[in-house]
Structure formats: C-alpha cells, structure tokens
C-alpha cells in the first residue's frame, strides 16, 4: 500500500466515522456516499495525498486495503442480518422481474444481447426519473419492448427529515478545525446533495420494492450513491444483487469498496484483484462483458469505406491512437512526431468521450480523426493500436490485434497491463520504436502474439459467451 493510496483510504475511513450517527431507517449515510466527488474540488486534498505528512492530519490510518473492505462488509451484513428493519421487509420473488439499473451510462448492452436473453415479460429497466420524451435508448441500452419503471414516481416528501440531517451534520463539522476534507469550502455543498439524494432514494427504493415483484437487480456500478444506495436497500429486503464490471480495473478507487453479492467480473484477474481484498470465491464470478460478443463480429463497413470516409490514402498500415483528452498529451505528440516514415501509415486518432477533432490530428497531415466510426469498426480495420490504460487496449487484444500501452503515471494503478512486459512502455520515444520495428521485424511481431495471447489468457480466457454466462447467473440468483 503505497502513500496516495494510504492517505486516500484513510481519509475514506475518517469521514465513515465522523458522520457514521447520520442515519435515516437504519442506514449510515456516509456508507451510502460517493466518496470520491465529496472532494470533487478539493485541490488541497488531491494536492497533498502523495504526500507523508498528509496523514497527519488526519485521525485514522489505514495500513491494508483488506480493513476497507471488511468494513463494508461488516456493515452490509448487519443489514442483511437485520432483525427488525424499518422498511417493508419481504424476500426476492423467484417469479418477479428482473431489473437492470443504469449508472452513468456504464451498462452498454448490445441491442442484440437484449434481444436473446432479456424479453420484456420478464425485464425492467429501472430509471431515476420519467423523460418528457420516451427516448430510444435509455443511458446505452435499447429499450424497444421493454418497460421502463422510474423512482420519482414513488417519492414522499422528507424534506423535514434532510434538513434535520443536515443540522446534524453542521454540528458535527463544527467540531473540526483547519481539516483537509470537512472544513473545505466545497465539501458541505457535494455531502447535502448526496444526503438529500440518498434519502430520496431509500424511501423510493422501499416503495419499489414493496410494489413490484423483484427477483434480481442488475448494475452497471455500484460505486455511485444512487446505486449504491439501491443495493443496500436490496440487501435489506433479500434481493440478490449483480455488479457487472464496467472497464478494466485499473485504478482501485474505481472498484473500492465491493458492495454487491456477486460482482460479475472479466476474468482471474479481478477475481484475484477481489480475493486480496478478502473477498470470497462466491462473491466473485467470472462473466466477461456481453459487449465484447460483438468484438467477434464482422465490422459494420468495409475497410474500403472507412478509408474513403475517413479520407485515408489507400494500401497504408492503420494505426489506432486511443488518448483521453489532454491527458499527456506532451507524450501523445513526441510519439507521433518520432515515428519514423510516418507518411508510411494512417494514423486514428480515437478521444475518449468525444467525437470532435483531437488536437493531435493537426501534427501531421498523415492523422487523422476517428469521426463517427464505432469503436469495434476502427478496431477491425486497424494494423496495430495504441493505447492509454483503458479498457479499449483489451478489447484490441481480444480482438486479436497487436496493442502497445503508453500508460498514465497514477498511484493507485492496480498493474493492469504489467504482464505485457515491455509492450507497455511510459516513453513515447520507446513506442515509436516498437511500431517501426513490429512492422519490419517478423521475430518481434511474433513477441508481440505471443504476449497479447498469454495476457488473455488471464485478463479474458475463451469460453462460452459473456450474455449465456450473465444470463445463467441472474437465473441461480433469483431461483
């Protein structure tokens, strides 16, 4: 456990105590939070938690990532095992719905998957508010057929009981000096939000559930208070819950603590990533992602297409840069600028988030931006990929094409890639390197296969398909 990660956890821990007397039917509110927008713009905090003398002052610290997670352990327990619950008790039914929650558009289930394994008898989606305009998508899932439920339609007015709450939680500041986190300007305006929030959504989740048969809830995160705060109300009603992993883990923050009863994971490596957490085998099962299905099909235009839509010169190897933003950018660009021969190849440039022009496509007239085009059509046609730590280097991988990682230097990085050796690489002088010599060296190209093949093997072994694995999990869960 390095100092970032630490100091990170530890002010985690301090805040769980400090307000952990904030309750509304039972529930602690700070365990219900999302911790890391609390601090959303704090820079003393973020400024300071690489460093030593950070811990001083604080009150708590955290020596093993193993105490955070047992101590929502602890804590979703005692709910579970609750004998006189202040909410409408009842057990799942094996004949209810199944309900698929959204968070931040993180779900993304193809409109295939949708098709085959979750018919509108039998699903739910369940949406924080009702549209003016019933959408065709809702948050990345096509919803032809399928009912929509949403809580504000089950809302009661608790007004009183925040802003008493909120008085509780004036009083407990109060008692705190110069502290990095509670004294900041910032923090009461992100922790009123997310108490008026998380209360809301006990009361709905209540009434959801008391008024609709329910045999399992499915998440894209539980990371974020609303869904957080949905589980745990499942968890005190006897409603199994899933948590389908979202991306690669590869920052521990995202993926901190685990609060479903099974998280629905890619492969050994988040099982073992779990298991040091001291996480149970059960708890934990290996699913992959019905999305990456789709990796295996055929691409929605031809190569063809792509290059003349694109405006790419023809019989030129692709290259596919995905960056985030400008995050390193400066490296972004020194690689770009030391490929050699660069007019030899077709470079893509493929932002996180957006489709405007990258900034990078204005270095040489040989980049190029991604446009329009999906990402597994780039993916297809692409020669080789390039990417930050993201998800999408796995995708490439699976894919089967050949991916050199420039990582971003962050403490709490899980390791992720490290298994690839020395196709990750932080110096973009480094990369630039292997791209020239994959395409000019048969020897290295096969050191290229032979790594993308033996990191699958752990981060996405082969198996039958990740809708048929997710869809045999939900039906034990709810029977």
């Not at 929650?101 to 998957?113: G, Q, S, V």
């Not at 009912?147 to 008493?164: D, G, K, M, T």
């Not at 099974?262 to 085998?281: C, H, M, P, R, T």
Request: net charge positive.
């Amino acid at each position: 456990m390095n100092t970032t990660s630490r100091n990170y956890w530890s002010l985690y821990v301090e805040f769980l105590e400090a307000f952990k007397v904030l309750k509304y039917k039972g529930f602690s509110i700070p365990y219900l939070c999302h911790f890391r927008s609390l601090n959303h713009k704090n820079n003393y905090v973020w400024a300071r938690l690489s460093s030593e003398e950070f811990i001083k002052s604080l009150s708590h610290e955290i020596k093993d990532k193993k105490t955070v997670q047992q101590i929502f352990s602890t804590y979703k327990q005692s709910h579970i095992n609750r004998k006189k619950s202040k909410l409408f008790k009842k057990a799942s039914h094996a004949n209810g719905k199944v309900v698929l929650y959204d968070a931040y558009n993180l779900m993304r289930l193809p409109k295939e998957i949708m098709t085959k394994h979750f018919p509108p008898t039998d699903t739910i989606f369940l949406q924080d508010y009702k549209p003016k305009e019933k959408p065709k998508v809702i948050k990345g899932i096509p919803v032809v057929g399928i009912p929509s439920h949403y809580l504000n339609e089950y809302s009661v007015n608790v007004s009183s009981n925040i802003q008493i709450l909120k008085s509780k939680a004036d009083e407990i500041i109060s008692n705190y000096t110069n502290h990095p986190m509670f004294n900041d300007t910032t923090f009461k305006e992100y922790f009123y939000k997310q108490i008026k929030g998380i209360v809301n959504r006990i009361e709905e989740a209540n009434r959801y559930f008391r008024m609709n048969p329910v045999s399992c809830i499915v998440f894209s995160s539980t990371h974020y208070y609303q869904s957080r705060t949905i589980a745990m109300v499942a968890a005190e009603m006897g409603i199994p819950t899933i948590c389908m992993q979202h991306g690669i883990i590869g920052d521990e923050i995202g993926y901190m603590p685990k609060i479903a009863d099974i998280d629905a994971v890619y492969s050994n490596f988040e099982v073992n990533w779990f298991k040091q957490l001291g996480i149970s085998d059960q708890a934990v099962e290996v699913i992959g992602h019905p999305r990456f299905d789709n990796i295996q099909k055929d691409p929605s235009i031809s190569k063809n297409k792509l290059e003349k839509q694109l405006g790419l010169k023809p019989n030129k190897k692709i290259i596919l840069m995905i960056v985030r933003g400008r995050i390193q950018i400066e490296k972004w660009e020194t690689l770009i600028k030391n490929i050699e021969n660069i007019d030899n190849y077709n470079i893509i440039v493929k932002d996180f988030r957006y489709l405007n022009p990258h900034q990078l496509t204005t270095i040489s007239p040989d980049v190029y931006p991604s446009k329009h085009f999906q990402l597994y059509d780039l993916i297809h046609h692409s020669d080789l990929v390039v990417s930050y730590i993201s998800t999408v280097g796995l995708e490439a991988m699976i894919a089967k094409k050949p991916v050199f990682i420039l990582p971003t230097s962050f403490p709490t990085y899980t390791g992720y890639f490290d298994s690839l050796g020395k196709l990750v690489q932080s110096d973009p002088i480094k990369v630039s390197k292997m791209i020239e010599e994959y395409f000019k060296n048969d020897k290295f190209k096969k050191l290229v296969e032979e790594k993308r093949k033996a990191f699958l093997s752990q981060a996405y072994p082969e198996a039958k398909s990740s809708g048929e694995r997710l869809v045999g999990l939900i039906s034990r869960l709810a029977n």
